[in-house]
């Protein structure tokens, strides 16, 4: 199989021809390895080099996704006996004793995982950017940043190298790296997808484990495949009514649309992103009897501090200070030690505040959705940011200070992880350069099938398959 083969086809258009005969998976597989090596050398997205052999997956034809290559993230733990980082210099490498949930459910079903992929430190980042991997470039333009923290994923994703991978999102970091490189990135609703057996709840509930894909029925495809909960699960989302795979190409509507432009933050947001979230409202507002206006949620713009700030301090300072040896300091980038440092201050009145700030917008946003079907909105608030843009290693930096310049730049995405709807992703814009300009679509909670729905319409009408990167292991 020639990498130009391999490169133009998603996950699902993988495993039907691996299913039909018409190649084999090792044949799949070789070609993967022959396309990660090729984009690996230009994008600097692998943190280790590749498994030998890949990972222990389901040999059953039959799987939903049996043959294809896959791609997990540094963010940890995630599969048995392979090392995490977080991206640091300080972390030796953790190796987990066992899968996490989501693991085993990627192995059932039958995803060939051949590496792993970068993150920035910690995983606070929207830029993958660290001291220890050094910068992972976008295959749009290499010097533009890919986003983060699922940035190494995002760039191989999009170069073709692997049509999906796992990535998790803690304030959009599914999301933004997929507005950064012009894939599908979708942010399930709290307690759609797994995050056991080693934590009750993923970072308070504000992160969320997924994929990035290049198609909508690939995110469709592999939410079927992952969804439900886990043994001893703390809460779980409402099962769907259907396969999410029934969803698409489904009718759409009629819908009662919010769209708004405007940063909660009082943020500048780019035109040209503004211009591309606004073409989408207009589109939908034209057909499918669909009633689109100008709203948005109404909240207090400080409770995203007033929540994430304690939440991100206790989340990430916990393991570091109960390891059995702490990092060194002079190995961890200027924000961690910060971090560090604003730990051995925090209270537990301190959480408990932060928990109701976390109440008060969920409570906010959650009456929002009673009036609106859907919410459109940028993803990003600029195109991808020149790399050195945000700079985790700047010592001017506390916390609040490094949430408000990420947030800055990424506006909009933070807010649902606080809240816990679901939120697309979709690459329907472009900057005069041809960078990708991501659009945000988020649905009520427990709504996936609307956001697929709807998705899936939209890459009919606006369709992207055919726009590929410079940087793109297919090209000739």
Partial sequence: MEAHEYARHDAVGLRDLIRAGEVTAA???????????????????????????????????????????????????????????????????????????????FRAAGLVTLGLTTAPEMVISFATESVKYGITRNPWNLDRGVGGSSGGAAA?????????AHATDGAGSIRIPASACGLVGLKPSRGRTPCGPDLDEAFFGISYDFGLTRTVRDAAHFLDAIQGPGVGDKYTAPPPLRPYVDELGAPVGPLRIAVTTRAWSGGTVDP?????????????????????????????????????????????????????????????????????????????????SAFAAQNRVSRAVGAFFTDYDLLITPTLGRPPAPHGTLNYDDPKHTVRSWLAEIFDYGPFTALFNLTGQPAISLPLGTDPTGL?????????????????????????????????????????
């Fill in 436 to 476: 990708p300009l991501g659009v945000q679509l988020v649905a009520p909670y427990g709504r996936e099938d609307t956001l697929l729905r709807l998705a899936s319409h939209l890459e009919q009408v606006l369709p992207w398959r055919d726009r590929t990167p410079p940087v793109f292991v297919g090209a000739g």
């Fill in 156 to 164: 191989l994703v999009a170069a073709g190298a692997v049509p999906i």
């Fill in 272 to 352: 040209d992103v503004a211009r591309a979230t606004l073409r989408v409202a207009e589109l939908l507002a034209g057909s499918g009897g669909h009633v689109v206006e100008e709203a948005s949620p109404a909240f207090d713009w400080e409770d995203v501090f007033r929540a994430m700030v304690p939440e991100v301090v206790a989340f990430v300072a916990a393991p570091l200070l109960g390891a059995p040896r702490r990092p060194d300091p002079a190995k961890l980038e200027a924000v961690t030690r910060r971090l560090l440092h604003e730990a051995g201050e925090l209270g537990p009145f301190d959480l408990l």
């Fill in 27 to 105: 044949e799949v597989e070789s070609a993967a390895r022959g396309a990660l090596d090729a984009a690996n050398t230009r994008l600097n997205g692998l943190a280790l080099p590749l498994f030998e052999p890949a990972l222990d997956h389901s040999p059953s034809p039959d799987g939903p996704f049996a043959g294809v290559p896959f791609l997990i993230k540094d963010s940890g733990p995630v599969a048995k006996g392979v090392p995490f980082f977080l991206g640091s210099r300080a972390l030796p490498g953790i190796v987990p004793p066992h899968d996490s949930d989501l693991m085993t459910r």
